[in-house]
């Protein structure tokens, strides 16, 4: 298997994760938005995380920022499977700061609230999955990118 | 086509994204929704409240279906408190037991506020729950902590336990757990404010707010 190839092949796996994590986000976003995390009884396991002030910023739910940051990453990995060699130096800087607020959320759960919610725990999962992929990425050769 | 093929592929997820969200939004929304109270005929168990905070004539009611367990039924008392300041002599509210399944100990914790209130101490019993929800949510033994709250709050601790295991309180919390169900209530707090569900993108202060400003304007909520 040629450098390219395994190349490409990675970044179609970095997308189709990444719409693992859309979705998984999008869940999240909707049960934000319909009102339901302000409730006990309908997700036991998440109220307590999604109900806090630290699930949202201002109005904001985070969890749509999250289907909002796998979007890119689907759309960016999509791209650069594809030859556009230029997407994965946005790819890179998502990935980087979604790592980064995984760690915090991750942070919020176990020290500050005490609560896990499997969903977000999902969410942190396909997070690292994706870093771990990009850095498998071999580094791209010098050429005229698209 | 392979030139353009990325760009379909990217615009059939966001919108394949976008349509699966907002018909999960629509059939969680439809789930949340209560029925208006007016409207539920089978709701007349228990139609009478029992405890009432806030001017008795007031010319708006709202209603709560909590459970003591509950974590946002605790953040909406504390709202509660400064709602009947705010509106004084305009609001009174109710408060109707729903104990959910999946809390322990939320039960126990509504046997011990209608024992309370059979001492006349409902609401003290009431501040002290939610005060100590997370105390007690977590307690192995919670009567022994129920006990000393009532002994706090100045309860005969004897006559209290007896009547945590009387059947007049079981009687009040199925009574208020019937008609909850037959509302299609599922989900705590659940709100109404003068019959009318409030919606559960509208559970924050300030949707409350406007539901309580509405309903003394005389305008039938949204």
């Given at each position: 298997m040629t450098v390219s190839r395994f190349r490409t092949i990675l970044y179609i796996v970095v997308a189709i994760v990444a719409v693992a994590g859309l979705a998984d986000a999008t869940f999240l976003s909707v049960q934000a938005l319909s009102g339901?995390?302000?409730?006990?009884?309908?997700s036991p396991d998440c109220f307590r995380v999604l109900g806090s002030?630290?699930?949202?910023i201002g109005r904001v739910p985070v969890a749509l920022l999250g289907a909002f940051a796998y979007f890119c990453v689907f759309a960016f990995a999509t791209f650069a499977a594809f030859?556009?060699?230029?997407?994965r130096t946005f790819l890179i800087p998502i990935v980087g700061a979604m790592f980064l607020a995984t760690l915090w959320f991750l942070y919020v759960q176990a020290f500050l609230l005490h609560a896990y919610c499997r969903y977000c725990l999902l969410s942190a999962a396909i997070t690292f999955l994706i870093a771990g992929l990009l850095i498998a990425v071999p580094p791209s050769e010098r050429r005229s990118d698209r | 086509m392979k030139r353009y093929l990325p760009f379909l592929i990217v615009i059939g997820v966001a919108l394949g994204t976008f349509g699966s969200g907002a018909m999960l939004y629509r059939v969680k929304h439809s789930q949340l929704q209560a029925k208006p109270e007016a409207t539920a005929?089978?709701?007349?168990?228990?139609?009478?409240?029992?405890h009432i905070r806030g001017?008795?004539?007031?010319?708006v009611t709202l209603e709560e279906y909590g459970d003591f367990q509950c974590p946002p039924c605790g953040s909406f008392a504390a709202f509660a408190e400064e709602l009947l300041k705010e509106y004084d002599s305009r609001l009174r509210i109710v408060f109707r037991h729903f104990p959910?399944?999946?809390?322990?100990?939320a039960r126990e914790a509504s046997l011990a506020a209608e024992a309370a209130g059979l001492q006349g101490r409902f609401w003290e019993m009431y501040d002290v729950l939610y005060r100590e929800q997370a105390t007690w949510s977590?307690?192995?033994?919670v009567r022994e902590l129920f006990e000393s709250y009532a002994g706090t709050i100045g309860l005969n601790v004897d006559q209290f336990r007896k009547d945590m295991d009387g059947e007049q309180a079981k009687a009040r919390i199925d009574s208020d757990f019937a008609r909850a169900e037959s509302l299609g209530i599922k989900v705590t707090p659940s709100l109404y404010i003068n019959g009318q569900p409030l919606d559960a993108k509208d559970k924050n202060p300030e949707g409350v707010r406007a539901a309580i400003n509405a309903a003394l304007a005389g305008k039938p909520q949204a």
């Open positions: 339901e995390t302000t409730s006990c009884g309908g002030s630290y699930a949202k030859g556009y060699a230029r997407a | 005929l089978s709701a007349n168990s228990g139609s009478e409240p029992t001017n008795p004539e007031a010319p959910l399944a999946v809390h322990e100990h977590k307690a192995p033994n």
